[in-house]
């Protein structure tokens, strides 16, 4: 570790819920940030306005929020390097790609989307079925480095649509050092010419995720394998604007597998357990996504099963607190090799917990439970008492219910009175909200 102070991002995209790969990336940037008296800072990249979901930005914040796992530094949190929302940084981005251009690095391209479909077209095979724009076809095409000065000036100054993209060096190679997975090497030659400044003026990913790591002062830059392809972008766009040197250290993570493959946000519904974190509804389809805290899930469960999906302390043991975690935690731990979610196992890690957990902290959630199937709780005395008998046959928090339901039930209480009353005994009438 460098003296230089730790801070680390998860920087998600407002388009919808929440999925257990998110939430321990999250995790492991949280977990490292504590390890070292860092700090932890979300970052909300909603640069892309057509796939902006309206109420996806709170969610992910309640999301947080339940976890236990609150950002140091936020749109809600406040800091010292916001905005914390790249649509509100958007001059910030024009400047960094008019530098790139200027410097060579970059070209400006005014292809419409009819040119761009015809040079997929023109140049599909069956060895590369889906041709991108890169350094074999950016010659044949209408950009500032095809067309004379006069023309790029004219059409920048008429309203034509363009976009910035970087220029991709040919046959150089790109490396950097991965965290987990040691050195890591790219072509140039196989990497298209990606988009950095979009025709409305906003940054794609790979030009703000640098742009704000640099500004933002991140030390260390982690997050999923699946971005692993995009890296020598990202180095060279770093050493172009900003120097090697300065870039933070990297590592990604490995995907977290389904039944049959990598385990997306729709495999939910395919495999019968949840894969969000909390229930997300669509708000264009009014389709409801249960979450882990409804379908029963603690948080000290969701978190500890997350953490050990991918790393381990190097002992036996599998049960951690939060605290432990970041005692424990180690980058050197955590696998290479994607990590295969099991559902039976999970339920397993939130049984131990809410044997370990004490009657107190069951106590609201249990309420909630209950209140949730229409029973509301007012002897706290009781339910204590019934938590404590019932709690090791519990998997789920919604076991409550099954396991002691009944026992507060109006229809129970009125059963139980009537029988104590015709043995003439006196017996308090049932409160109405008990």
Same mark, same amino acid.
């Given at each position: 570790?460098?003296?230089?102070?730790?801070?680390?991002?998860?920087?998600?995209?407002?388009?919808? *819920?929440?999925?257990?790969?998110?939430?321990?990336?999250?995790?492991? $940037?949280?977990?490292?940030?504590?390890?070292?008296? *860092?700090?932890?800072?979300?970052?909300?990249?909603?640069?892309?306005?057509?796939?902006?979901?309206?109420?996806?930005?709170?969610?992910?914040?309640?999301?947080?929020?339940?976890?236990?796992?609150?950002?140091?530094?936020?749109?809600?949190?406040?800091?010292?390097?916001?905005?914390?929302?790249?649509?509100?940084?958007?001059?910030?981005?024009?400047?960094?790609?008019?530098?790139?251009?200027?410097?060579?690095?970059?070209?400006?391209?005014?292809?419409?989307?009819?040119?761009?479909?015809?040079?997929?077209?023109?140049?599909?095979?069956?060895?590369?079925?889906?041709?991108?724009?890169?350094?074999?076809?950016?010659?044949?095409?209408? $950009?500032?480095?095809?067309?004379?000065?006069?023309?790029?000036?004219?059409?920048?100054?008429?309203?034509?649509?363009?976009?910035?993209?970087?220029?991709?060096?040919?046959?150089?190679?790109?490396?950097? $050092?991965?965290? =987990?997975?040691?050195?890591?090497?790219?072509?140039?030659?196989?990497?298209?010419?990606?988009?950095?400044?979009?025709?409305?003026?906003?940054?794609?990913?790979?030009?703000?995720?640098?742009?704000?790591?640099?500004?933002?002062?991140?030390?260390?830059?982690?997050?999923?394998?699946?971005?692993?392809?995009?890296?020598?972008?990202?180095?060279?766009?770093?050493?172009?604007?900003?120097?090697?040197?300065?870039?933070?250290?990297?590592?990604?993570?490995?995907?977290?597998?389904?039944?049959?493959?990598?385990?997306?946000?729709?495999?939910?519904?395919?495999?019968?357990?949840?894969?969000?974190?909390?229930?997300?509804?669509?708000?264009?389809?009014?389709?409801?996504?249960?979450?882990?805290?409804?379908?029963?899930?603690?948080?000290?469960?969701?978190?500890?099963?997350?953490?050990?999906?991918?790393?381990?302390?190097?002992?036996?043991?599998?049960?951690?607190?939060?605290?432990?975690?970041?005692?424990?935690?180690?980058?050197?731990?955590?696998?290479?090799?994607?990590?295969?979610?099991?559902?039976?196992?999970?339920?397993?890690? $939130?049984?131990?917990?809410?044997?370990?957990?004490?009657?107190?902290?069951?106590?609201?959630?249990?309420?909630?439970?209950?209140?949730?199937?229409? =029973?509301?709780?007012?002897?706290?005395?009781?339910?204590?008492?019934?938590?404590?008998?019932?709690?090791?046959?519990?998997?789920?928090?919604?076991?409550?219910?099954?396991?002691?339901?009944? =026992?507060?039930?109006?229809?129970?209480?009125?059963?139980?009175?009537?029988?104590?009353?015709?043995?003439?005994?006196?017996?308090?009438?049932?409160?109405?909200?008990?």
């Amino acid at each position: 570790m460098s003296d230089k102070k730790v801070r680390v991002r998860f920087a998600p995209s407002p388009t919808g *819920g929440l999925h257990l790969g998110g939430v321990r990336t999250v995790l492991y $940037n949280y977990l490292f940030a504590k390890k070292h008296g *860092g700090d932890f800072i979300l970052r909300i990249e909603d640069t892309d306005q057509t796939r902006f979901v309206p109420g996806a930005e709170e969610y992910i914040f309640d999301c947080l929020k339940w976890a236990g796992l609150e950002p140091d530094e936020s749109v809600q949190h406040g800091g010292d390097f916001g905005p914390y929302r790249q649509s509100e940084r958007k001059e910030l981005y024009k400047n960094y790609a008019e530098q790139l251009v200027a410097e060579g690095h970059a070209y400006y391209a005014f292809d419409t989307p009819g040119e761009l479909e015809q040079m997929r077209q023109q140049y599909r095979t069956d060895e590369n079925p889906a041709p991108q724009y890169d350094n074999k076809v950016r010659m044949q095409m209408r $950009n500032s480095l095809t067309l004379d000065g006069d023309t790029v000036h004219e059409l920048m100054h008429s309203d034509t649509p363009y976009v910035v993209r970087i220029k991709m060096p040919d046959e150089e190679t790109v490396s950097f $050092n991965d965290m =987990i997975r040691g050195e890591v090497s790219f072509n140039t030659s196989l990497v298209d010419d990606k988009v950095l400044l979009k025709a409305d003026g906003m940054p794609t990913y790979h030009l703000a995720v640098v742009v704000d790591d640099h500004l933002m002062e991140i030390s260390h830059a982690f997050r999923g394998e699946e971005w692993l392809p995009s890296a020598p972008v990202h180095v060279l766009l770093w050493k172009y604007l900003f120097g090697e040197d300065k870039m933070p250290q990297w590592a990604h993570f490995p995907l977290i597998l389904g039944p049959s493959g990598k385990l997306s946000k729709r495999d939910g519904a395919t495999y019968g357990f949840p894969v969000f974190a909390m229930n997300w509804t669509d708000p264009k389809t009014g389709d409801l996504t249960e979450g882990f805290k409804e379908m029963g899930f603690l948080p000290e469960a969701f978190m500890n099963l997350l953490a050990v999906l991918g790393w381990n302390d190097g002992t036996e043991q599998e049960i951690f607190s939060l605290d432990e975690m970041i005692e424990k935690f180690s980058m050197d731990r955590i696998h290479s090799a994607g990590a295969k979610f099991d559902y039976e196992k999970a339920k397993w890690f $939130n049984h131990e917990w809410i044997k370990k957990l004490t009657v107190d902290r069951l106590q609201l959630l249990v309420k909630e439970v209950l209140k949730s199937k229409g =029973i509301e709780v007012a002897d706290d005395e009781l339910l204590n008492k019934v938590i404590d008998l019932v709690k090791d046959r519990c998997t789920l928090l919604t076991d409550f219910y099954e396991q002691a339901g009944y =026992i507060f039930s109006k229809r129970l209480k009125a059963l139980i009175y009537l029988l104590f009353s015709r043995n003439g005994m006196m017996l308090k009438p049932c409160s109405s909200r008990s």
